[in-house]
């Protein structure tokens, strides 16, 4: 065999010659081409090292460097504040940016700015430009100034504080005024706090930036391309005056910017400058016109700000403004003599005032107490330790309240009781809105039963194993009935609750001597097997209990596995629409634009009437012209969920599809802005319905024209047929229904809240009459319950994952709240396959 070579011609392209080698000149050849080779070998190990070491010392910096500068990028540092002037006359030209004296003003005052940093080595560094936005009486002039950091200094971003800024303008302002003539401006006040960057505006900037005056005639501006949406990256400004006695009110009544705040937001200021220390709120989201945005400043003079960067279109907003009186914003407190009365913080509902100060005596006559109670209470701000309210707060008899209360009942040692209420200069909220009464304490409740928080409630309440009262003062010293359990920390709960897998007692003691040891596990049918059996890949329980929520159980499929379109099982509890791909073909999260409420809602202190856009789903069917008879829910554009009795009746006419209207989005029966009403074309009730028993209570309503789905019509979410609705879960039931056994339909859509009850219980307490298509739900002790017309409406239970699902439909009960006698609901999960035949839904 032959050695070929190969050789290349640099000069007239590739040639190739072949030279046939004899064995002596194999024998040298190989002898010279180990040379070689070891010659270059050794080069190259050289070559590395000096290499490695040319990197080391040379280009392992500029390596970091460029691969830091991937991770991160250049941070521009904001502080924004304002400046008092003392020897400057205020000129009504100021006011116009575009003005000569306003320039000139700005320009001087720029400089001084300029020239304090730079005698500070580190902020000379840095150090990018000042801008003057604004003036107002005072004379008052605001600015911002700018930061640059490279990339490589990002370590130094700690350095660069408030603290650092302010320090080196204030020793500035110390030293001009030693040195200054009397031709010099003189600065005796200055601020500065960090501001976010995109906020940061030049008042000369042409896009998006605004000067209006206020006056008492309300007058409005909006967002950019409202109502189409607003473009992202807006960068827009608006500051608003008013004359000096008058401060400024402003209103939304249409808001909607996209809900991350992150990204997109509203911020106002009691200012002319973005400071944080003087920001009123900054919100995002949807408000519903029953709950506008209301905001009033503390002066003449107010900042709005809208950030976008989201390309996430939303309508944006409508403000009006307007002037009122500073007197009118200053107003609170006095003296409350009356027996009984009302009194707010200022403004309520609207955003109180930044800076107020208030006190309310309340005096009732000698020998009497008096009693307050708050119906709404909301002082949230940002970062704010609601144990200590250092800022915004309530004081009653020492004690300081904030945040957000659900219940708030205070009771005074003499007649007298003084509130007080503080606002500091940042961050306003809804306020509060109380009421007090004077009481006799050798009676405080007539016929009911005195809470220690001063709070009255049914005496029939008293020891039903409910914390009625909030403080438990109506748990305490119980002596249990014949059909209570006392439980260890003593309470008494019903004793049906004993062993129904269910901690009622909240210590644990109505569970410990069950039928299972602690070594044990108990199947869902309440078999006691060993734990081990719990996620050993096989299903030991009849219901495969054992391998529910188990990741290591692929392939088992149980009544809790949820069945994936191509047949697959995950064991997962409540798997559908909980963001989590968990089918290998996405089908758990297909189907899941619904149950979310667009508006944002406050929560009312104890109320039970329902806000506009609170429940989407809800749906009002009227028969004929008797006005409301049933409730339903929205599972999509043309169907409707309701219950099959409101149909089924002794009279045909029920089931005539053309007999019934429906109506979508409403609240009040008396007013129909903003309502959907729609014909129906066909009803269908369940085959296997039966009229003495209510099994299968559920029929579907298909609409003859579709909904068009808004900030108040929205479909709910139905849960698989594995969906797990846990006893003890709170939900809501909502209608138009009658307030009380026997009494009128409301006129107002209404909520309650209510526990789902152990089914084991649930089959006690109505003597066998529920099936496994039915569920309790509602409070042994009563009180709480479905009534009369809210027949067909939906039992709504809000998941971790965000969405609203509906687990039951409301189908017939003993009377209305009483005692033992829960609700019985129509159980969505096992008709869930027959609503997706008849709907496709």
Same mark, same amino acid.
Request: aromatic share 14%.
């Given at each position: 065999m032959h050695s070929v070579r190969y050789e290349y011609d640099?000069?007239?392209?590739?040639? +190739?010659?072949? &030279?046939?080698?004899?064995s002596k000149e194999k024998s040298s050849s190989k002898r010279s081409t180990g040379i070689v080779i070891g010659v270059v070998v050794a080069l190259l190990i050289l070559a590395a090292v000096a290499a490695f070491l040319i990197w080391l010392f040379v280009f392992k910096d500029a390596d970091s460097e460029a691969t830091l500068s991937k991770q991160h990028s250049p941070s521009a540092q904001v502080f924004s504040g304002h400046m008092t002037l003392d020897n400057?006359? #205020?000129? =009504?030209k100021l006011e116009n940016t575009k003005s000569k004296e306003f %320039?000139?003003?700005?320009? %001087?005052l720029e400089a001084i700015l300029e020239e304090n940093y730079k005698k500070d080595p580190f902020l000379a560094k840095y150090y990018t430009t000042s801008v003057v936005t604004a003036f107002s009486e005072g004379v008052i002039a605001y600015y911002w100034s700018q930061f640059d950091i490279p990339v490589e200094d990002l370590e130094i971003l700690p350095e660069l504080s408030e603290e650092r800024v302010l320090e080196a303008l204030e020793n500035g302002i110390k030293q001009q005024r030693i040195l200054a003539s009397r031709k010099d401006i003189k600065i005796s006040e200055i601020t500065a706090s960090f501001t976010d960057p995109r906020m940061a505006r030049n008042p000369r900037a042409k896009e998006c930036f605004y000067c209006l005056e206020a006056e008492e005639t309300a007058k409005n501006f909006s967002s950019p391309g409202y109502p189409r949406g607003y473009p992202p990256r807006s960068r827009c400004q608006w500051q608003i005056r008013a004359s000096e006695n008058n401060a400024i009110f402003v209103s939304f009544p249409f808001f909607h910017i996209e809900d991350d705040c992150s990204d997109d937001f509203v911020s106002i200021y009691d200012s002319l400058s973005p400071d944080d220390s003087q920001a009123i709120t900054e919100k995002c989201g949807q408000r519903p016109p029953s709950n506008p945005l209301e905001v009033v400043s503390s002066g003449n003079i107010m900042l709005i700000n809208l950030i976008t960067d989201s390309v996430v279109q939303r309508s944006g907003f409508i403000a009006v403004f307007k002037a009122i009186p500073k007197s009118q914003v200053k107003t609170c407190g006095g003296v409350l003599s009356n027996n009984e009365g009302i009194f707010t913080s200022p403004l309520h509902p609207s955003f109180y005032p930044p800076a107020m100060d208030c006190k309310w005596t309340i005096k009732v006559p000698t020998g009497k107490k008096v009693r307050v109670k708050f119906t709404v209470f909301r002082m949230k701000e940002p970062g704010v330790d609601i144990r200590v309210c250092h800022k915004d707060y309530v004081e009653v008899m020492g004690t300081k309240y904030c945040g957000e209360m659900s219940s708030l009942a205070l009771t005074s040692s003499t007649n007298v009781l003084e509130v007080t209420f503080h606002s500091d200069e940042s #961050?306003?909220? $809804? /306020?509060?809105? !109380? +009421?007090?009464? !004077? #009481? &006799?304490? @050798?009676?405080?409740c007539p016929g009911k039963f005195a809470c220690a928080s001063g709070i009255c409630v049914g005496k029939e309440l008293k020891c039903d194993g409910w914390n009625d009262c909030g403080d438990m003062s109506d748990e305490m010293k119980c002596q249990c009935d014949n059909d209570q359990f006392a439980c260890e920390n003593g309470l008494c709960k019903p004793r049906l609750w004993v062993c129904d897998r269910v901690n009622d007692c909240g210590d644990g003691s109505d569970e410990k001597k069950c039928s299972c040891e602690d070594n044990e596990w108990r199947c869902g049918n309440g078999v006691c097997l060993p734990q081990d059996v719990v996620c050993d890949n096989k299903k030991d329980c009849e219901d495969g209990s054992d391998e529910a929520s188990c990741k290591t159980s692929p392939g088992i499929c149980s009544d809790f596995s949820f069945k994936c379109e191509n047949n697959e099982c995950v064991n997962k509890v409540n798997a559908e629409c909980d963001r989590v791909n968990d089918c290998s073909d996405d089908s758990d999260e297909a189907g899941c634009n619904c149950g979310t409420r667009p508006y944002k809602l406050n929560r009312i202190v104890g109320g039970q009437n329902a806000e506009l856009g609170e429940w989407p789903w809800q749906v009002s069917l009227h028969f004929q012209t008797y006005g409301h008879v049933c409730g339903a829910s929205i599972i999509s554009e043309r169907w409707l969920l309701s219950a099959a009795h409101c149909f089924v009746t002794s009279d045909p006419m029920n089931h005539v599809a053309s007999n019934w209207q429906t109506y979508s989005g409403m609240q009040d029966q008396y007013k129909q802005d903003g309502v959907q009403r729609s014909p129906v074309k066909r009803i269908i009730s369940h085959p296997d319905y039966n009229q003495m028993t209510f099994d299968y209570d559920i029929a579907l309503l298909e609409l003859s024209e579709p909904l068009t789905f808004t900030n108040t019509i929205q479909p709910i979410c139905l849960p698989s047929s594995t969906h797990v609705f846990p006893a003890g879960m709170s939900c809501w039931v909502t209608g138009w229904g009658a307030l009380r056994e026997g009494g009128q339909k409301a006129q107002l859509l209404q909520k309650a809240s209510? $526990?789902?009850?152990n089914d084991t219980v649930c089959n006690t307490v109505t003597e066998g009459q529920v099936t496994s298509r039915m569920l309790c739900c509602g409070f042994l002790a009563g009180g709480v319950d479905a009534c009369q017309g &809210?027949?067909?409406?939906?039992? !709504?239970?809000? *998941?971790?994952? /965000? $969405?609203?699902? =509906? !687990?039951?439909?409301? @189908?017939?009960? *003993?009377?209305c709240a009483r005692r033992n006698k829960p609700g019985v609901y129509t159980r969505v999960t096992k008709l869930r396959e027959w609503i997706k035949k008849e709907t496709g839904v």
């Open positions: 640099g000069h007239n392209g590739r040639h +190739e010659r072949i &030279d046939f080698l004899t400057v006359p #205020y000129d =009504q %320039k000139d003003l700005g320009v %001087k #961050y306003t909220d $809804k /306020g509060f809105r !109380a +009421e007090y009464r !004077a #009481y &006799d304490p @050798s009676n405080p209510v $526990k789902i009850i &809210d027949s067909g409406g939906p039992l !709504a239970c809000f *998941e971790e994952s /965000g $969405k609203w699902f =509906q !687990a039951g439909i409301v @189908s017939w009960g *003993e009377g």
